[in-house]
């Protein structure tokens, strides 16, 4: 079968830079990869096709003897895989970087003394709408895992050693063949310490953490939004192995409030305001966060108005000193039941304004 050209098979230009040229090898190793295709050898055939052609494009030299004679490379052409192998030192050394993060193993030498981060935690608080205005002061427990105490982490029952792990020799990694290659895992018994516990702590029954609660103050500042992410840095779990703890993450959440909808750094509220004040203008009193505050209404005020007060929202997160707006949106209070006198002056008025009315002597008087 013919070969297909290299730069082809790369999905490349003929000008393309070592650095682009690696970087679709990579997409297509990973695409067409055995493990990620079992059993189909089309994908197989296509990760050898990249795998040869970046081989050669790679290699300055063989790129250069390449562009000059094609396949035949003047009679120094391509030997197969299996020359792949032993031109460059075998699959893992050039691709071990390329597969360590999908494989969960890798590339190096041994992982002794590697430990593991400790896992992040989350916790979540809830505000009031009016809390937001100077923020709060959480009093958190957290149940996390702590270093033990009885073996200071090491896992090991005090004065007994770790003794080398029997399944990886103490290189923290063993090797799996996987068809035609051969991959370096992290070995499952030492988890790539290299190291095997002899006796374990009864404390902490080998694993070097015990569960504990850590109480702390945590302070969510004024301002915050609803589903907002606080980190906490080094609050977390304790690491293994001498590994940093891992960190404490906060979700807030801020209750509905029946009042008010707050948008952004504004909040909405809506007021019943008395028909005589939108027509003739007036003060009205209107709820803030904080209490209440008289608004003035202009005469000949409509229903569905929105009016602002500034200054009256909630404060800018990260921003000192600046706070949002109240936005009031006006409807007009109709009363149920009026009297006697208040029925006759409205009387009068709609005689005035020649508007024909319903009264207790008949409809459309």
């Known amino acids: 079968m013919t070969k297909r050209d290299y730069y082809e098979v790369l999905n490349v230009a003929r000008t393309a830079d070592a650095e682009t040229i690696k970087k679709n090898y990579r997409k297509f190793a990973l695409q067409y990869h055995p493990d990620r295709n079992p059993g189909d050898k089309a994908s197989e055939e296509k990760f050898k096709e ?11 030299d063989k790129r250069a003897r390449y562009d000059q004679f094609g396949h035949s490379m003047g009679g120094a052409g391509f030997s197969g895989f299996e020359g792949f192998q032993d031109a460059f030192g075998g699959f893992n050394d050039i691709f071990g970087d390329l597969f360590e993060g999908f494989f969960g193993g890798g590339g190096g030498g041994r992982r002794r003394g590697r430990g593991q981060r400790g896992a992040d935690l989350e916790y979540t608080v809830e505000l009031e709408l009016v809390e937001v205005l100077t923020g709060k002061t959480f009093d958190l427990e957290i149940p996390r895992k702590e270093t033990c105490g009885e073996c200071q982490g090491t896992g090991a029952e005090k004065g007994s050693k770790k003794k080398v792990c029997t399944d990886c020799g103490g290189r923290g990694e063993v090797r799996v063949s996987q068809g035609f290659f051969t991959l370096r895992r992290t070995c499952s018994r030492c988890h790539g310490e290299g190291e095997a516990i002899e006796k374990p702590c009864p404390a902490c029954h080998s694993e070097g953490r015990v569960r504990k609660t850590r109480k702390l103050q945590v302070k969510i500042p004024a301002g915050i939004e609803h589903g907002s992410r606080l980190r906490v840095t080094g609050e977390g779990e304790a690491g293994q ?7 404490l993450y906060i979700q807030v959440l801020i209750k509905k409030n029946k009042t008010f909808e707050r948008q952004g750094h504004d909040i909405y509220c809506e007021v019943l305001i008395p028909y005589t004040v939108a027509v003739l203008g007036g003060e009205v009193e209107v709820p803030t966060l904080t209490g209440k505050t008289s608004l003035e209404i202009a005469g000949g005020t409509q229903a569905g108005k929105v009016l602002k007060i500034k200054g009256e929202g909630v404060p800018a997160f990260g921003v000192e000193g600046r706070r949002g707006d109240e936005y009031v949106k006006v409807d007009i209070e109709i009363p149920t039941k009026l009297s006697k006198l208040e029925r006759e002056l409205l009387e009068k008025l709609a005689g005035e304004r020649k508007e024909k009315i319903q009264t207790k002597r008949g409809l459309f008087q």
């Open 241 to 247: 192995g001498g590994a940093s703890r891992g960190d």
């Open 50 to 60: 990249a795998a040869e052609a970046y081989a050669i494009l790679s290699d300055p």
